[in-house]
């Protein structure tokens, strides 16, 4: 039967060519999560899931820190975040190509406490990297900063 | 009357109360960056090691402030900071996917800088001198960077955790004329986070 040889040849291809297409729909991961200790959550839409070392992060993601909650996480640029207990982080904004270096993030620190160290989307252009806290807003030149909104 | 006053006093204090604080923190070797923090009217520019500024009543003003104080604000999230990316070149002879013996001896850090990591992600780079086409640089500078990762993997490493590309030419590590050798563009950026 060579004609169902081919046939689920091309079930194969076709299925393949799904797999692909489901697979960039989902925008790629911006970060991992590299350690955590106490109580972390990312709320990713609807859902709210304990955060854990190893872990992916996508744009639009909210990190949520518990009382004796902290996280560190690194970004695909290199740049290096931290948050402290009773902190919500929002990723608002992260483009970032590879190829050249040239991306933008945009970080809604709306309380809390974080520590961030600018990889290369700062070094791309002076306006690339900003921090927005509920009532100002930080532009980053590099490289190593701290920011606290208090509850 | 006396109620009045108490509300306003309240008030006053409620007010004045800090709503963001910004500090720039030095670097390992002692230096600093830069940020500016705005408030939409006035902008702050923050270009020293403990350079801080406030924000109350809607407004940034520059302070100042320390270790210490530092410390106290930020202990946990500093705490939580990640091991710093690392970044490793290595070099091959004149069109190969060989390494150089100085470069073998190198590449054998890229395990001591992961052994420190509890999870890690791998990027590899591949890149060429100016002799040659660009598309037989294009694809020997992808062969380099395969050829790394396909030795990092038999050396252990997770191969779902290794990106690689080749930037041909591009982004020499010594600007060149066309179709110079230069020994030092002949490498594989490593990045391990």
Do not use: W
Not at chain 1, 76 to 92: H, K, Q, R, W
Not at chain 1, 143 to 151: D, G, K, Y
Not at chain 2, 52 to 59: L, M, N, V
Not at chain 2, 149 to 166: F, K
């Amino acid at each position: 039967m060579p004609g169902l040889g081919n046939t689920i040849k091309y079930l194969g291809a076709i299925c393949a060519i799904l797999a692909t297409s489901v697979a960039s729909a989902q925008s790629p991961a911006v970060a991992q999560i590299k350690t955590v200790s106490g109580q972390v959550f990312i709320q990713r839409g609807a859902n709210r899931v304990a955060a854990k070392v190893g872990d992916p992060l996508f744009e639009k993601d909210t990190i949520d820190t518990g009382a004796d909650g902290s996280i560190g996480v690194t970004f695909v640029d290199n740049t290096v975040m931290s948050a402290g207990p009773n902190s919500e982080v929002a990723l608002d904004q992260y483009r970032f190509d590879s190829n050249n270096f040239n991306g933008s993030m945009l970080t809604d620190l709306n309380k809390g406490t974080i520590s961030m160290i600018s990889g290369d989307i700062a070094k791309s252009s002076p306006d690339a990297m900003k921090v927005k806290t509920p009532s100002a807003i930080l532009g980053v030149r590099g490289t190593h900063f701290a920011v606290q909104v208090p509850e | 009357m006396r109620r009045y006053l108490l509300l306003i006093l309240i008030f006053a204090a409620g007010c004045a109360q800090r709503q963001a604080y910004f500090v720039v923190l030095p670097n390992a070797d002692g230096s600093s960056g830069a940020i500016t923090v705005s408030d939409g009217q006035n902008s702050v520019l923050l270009d020293k090691p403990y350079a801080a500024s406030e924000e109350k009543r809607g407004a940034v003003t520059a302070t100042t402030s320390d270790s210490q104080q530092v410390q106290q604000i930020f202990g946990s999230a500093l705490a939580a900071q990640p091991i710093l990316p690392s970044h490793f070149r290595l070099y091959f002879f004149r069109d190969t996917e060989t390494l150089t013996p100085e470069s073998v001896v190198e590449y054998k850090k890229v395990f001591e800088d992961i052994k420190r990591r509890s999870v890690y992600q791998v990027e590899v780079i591949g890149y060429t001198d100016t002799l040659g086409t660009q598309q037989h640089n294009q694809e020997l500078s992808l062969k380099r960077a395969d050829a790394i990762r396909d030795r990092l993997v038999h050396d252990g490493l997770s191969a779902t955790s290794i990106s690689v590309a080749g930037r041909g030419e591009l982004d020499s590590a010594v600007p060149t004329a066309a179709q110079v050798s230069e020994p030092r563009n002949r490498r594989v950026e490593i990045t391990v986070r």
